[in-house]
């Protein structure tokens, strides 16, 4: 009887160490995990960032009087006269 009864407690040991050891490398992972969350949300918002200042550039650079400015100063572009236009009736 004495044999059963120290097989049991040597099992019932073996599980709280296996439980223990499992707690500890959660509680790694969760750490980890947490670390590379911590990293991944810092790089979100200097994307976001970046992100925004791109769009604002992209609304700049594609104004409507930057453009014309451009057609008029580099390419010599002009608006018709009214001797140059055209009607076209269907």
Known sequence: MKAI???IVLL??????????GVVYAR???RVL????TRLT?????LNTEFGRLELEQATWAEPN???QIARGQLGMVNPGAAD???VKP
Do not use: K, P, W
């Open 85 to 87: 236009t055209v009607v």
């Open 34 to 37: 947490f670390g590379e969350l």
């Open 5 to 7: 009864g120290t097989i």
């Open 42 to 46: 810092h790089e979100q918002d200097d």
């Open 28 to 30: 790694q992972q969760n």
């Open 66 to 68: 930057r453009i014309e």
């Open 12 to 21: 019932l040991l073996g599980a709280v160490m296996a439980s223990s050891i």
